[in-house]
């Protein structure tokens, strides 16, 4: 088999686990945002069966017992609830056996390009640990830190394999022209990623303000619910401006200073993500927090990092292999 057909059948299935990855944060969102969290309020098996009950007549009669002794009050069985949570699992599930084939398809470039395995590898070992946090967060009665915690390594998981990507197209990234960039451009995408990760940390406080307002509120009188949030809901919404305006720089600047087409389709990539979370971020704040806003903020705000990532990558990389050419 020839490199290029290595190579191509990597990208694929790589490329289906970044997509597999990304569809888990956008159902972890739905799950969080539609209080379905405990619906399976143990793990890995949901109300102790390995495919959860469709009513509440298939549990024994004392249940809310059981669980109030584990620590868990007020169980209720709820059929929406439990089913998208244990979707949720499933598709967790499923990307662990999308990331161990990246991995496997992964181990020919280990010959020749070692990096690419082992960033692979990398992924596959933390969706392990993204598994065992996951029952962690269930065990905790989804303690807020942990959930942050969770969602933060998910970026970290599909980091890695956005870069195996990249680095594993090394060469056809020398061919890219970058010299009419400007010398601020790397620091300030560098500067973009971290702002953003700290707005995607600010966002799940806000979350978690959110939920206890609405629980304090007993999930009534919806429309009173942002005027009681804390400062950091203003923090996040006026920062958020200051990011924007950073990353239209970023956009305008490189669709105006390089001809890549790879690099242009990211960029206008970025430019549509950037508005649909600003769309989202004006609709939670007008409209008082649709149920759905919320996890398309947040899976948008997650595929920016991504986005962001993958052009800082490609430049970083055509700009290495330009200096080695030119000094070569």
Known sequence: MSETIKT???WILAGGTIATIYAL????????????GMGCPDWPTCFGQWIPPTSEAQLPANYQQIYADRGYLDTKFNVRKTWTEYLNRLLGVFTGFTILLTLIFALPFRRHDAPVTYLAL????????????????????????????????AQVIVGLIIAAIIRSA???LGKINIENLSKVAYPLIVLSMALGLMQLVLGTQVREAVDLIAKQSNYVNRHLWIDNLPMIFSVHKYSAIALVLLNGWIIIHLLSHTSSKVLH?????????????????????????????????LWMASLIFGVQLAI?????????LNLSRMTG
């Open 122 to 153: 990398a992924g596959f070992i933390l969706v392990g640990v993204q598994g065992w946090l996951g029952s962690r967060v269930v065990a905790s009665n989804l303690n807020p830190g942990l959930i942050t915690i969770h969602m933060l390594l």
């Open 265 to 297: 389709r990211l960029n206008w990539f970025l430019a549509f993500l950037i508005i649909g979370t600003i769309v989202m971020g004006m609709s939670m704040d007008r409209l008082n927090l649709p149920v759905f806003a919320q996890p398309l903020h």
């Open 312 to 320: 800082f990558m490609i430049l970083r990389y055509a700009r290495n």
């Open 170 to 172: 090394r060469p056809q």
């Open 25 to 36: 944060i956008l159902v972890g969102g739905i799950v969080r945002a539609t209080g379905a």
């Open 8 to 10: 191509r059948r990597f």
